[in-house]
């Protein structure tokens, strides 16, 4: 079965700072990959999508991230964060089968400090 | 029309109550999902309806009962919960049910059970 994690629970980034958000996922094939941004008491937002091709995603908001099979991972950056990115943000893993849903990991909470 | 509705965006019901959480999208996408979201934890599937027809129902108590009178419509029936079930009840949406396209949320209903 499909699983990802997020090892960072919390990052404080500075204003103005560059931004990376770790992802790791687990499965057999390539998966389908995605990053979403919550604020607080909102729905989720999707920033950007992997499927297949050109590892390097770019996303909404000047986000981008970049797929590393020999990795296995799907991590998020930002070259300048602003104080409006502060937010969670999920990763989430999806598979090529009927009957099945996207799994989200546990999340990194973004704080930006001016 | 890009979005998905949820309506109410937020709903105070005692343990006794009966009531409903609405969603609604004119994107023609085919499948449909009740997520269940607790403050600082990433979103829990209970619901996804493929075609109109209930496909996953993740071990979710009977007193949530998820409905889809039609491909634009998910209604979610809440009858005698419980306190510990307050929290941001998510609906989403993608084109096919395989979760490839990635979803696109509703900004949440904020439900309180006292």
């Known amino acids: 079965a499909q699983s990802v994690t997020q090892p960072d629970i919390h990052i404080t980034v500075s204003e103005g700072a560059s931004l990376e958000l770790r992802c790791n996922y687990s499965?057999?094939?390539?998966?389908?990959l995605f990053w979403y941004v919550q604020s607080p008491g909102q729905g989720l937002q999707l920033l950007l999508k992997y499927f297949s091709g050109d590892t390097l995603v770019q996303g909404i908001k000047g986000f981008e991230a970049e797929f590393k099979r020999s990795q296995s991972s799907f991590n998020l950056r930002k070259p300048s964060v602003h104080w409006s990115d502060a937010a969670e943000y999920f990763c989430a893993v999806g598979v090529v089968q009927a009957g099945t849903a996207l799994i989200f990991g546990k999340g990194t909470t973004l704080s930006v400090s001016s | 029309d890009t979005e998905v509705t949820q309506t109410p965006k937020h709903l105070v019901m005692g343990m006794t109550n009966k009531k409903s959480l609405k969603c609604e999208q004119h994107m023609g996408h085919r499948a449909m999902y009740w997520y269940k979201q607790k403050a600082k934890k990433p979103p829990e599937l209970m619901f996804v309806?493929?075609?109109?027809?209930?496909?996953i129902n993740e071990s979710v108590p009977s007193r949530f009962s998820p409905e889809c009178p039609n491909s634009s419509l998910l209604n979610l029936h809440l009858h005698a919960l419980q306190p510990e079930d307050s929290a941001l009840y998510l609906c989403?949406?993608?084109?096919?049910?395989?979760?490839?396209?990635?979803?696109?949320f509703g900004s949440g209903t904020r439900l309180t059970v006292v």
């Open positions: 989403a949406s993608s084109q096919d049910p395989t979760a490839t396209y990635g979803y696109t």
């Open positions: 499965y057999g094939a390539t998966p389908y």
């Open positions: 309806y493929s075609y109109e027809k209930l496909s």
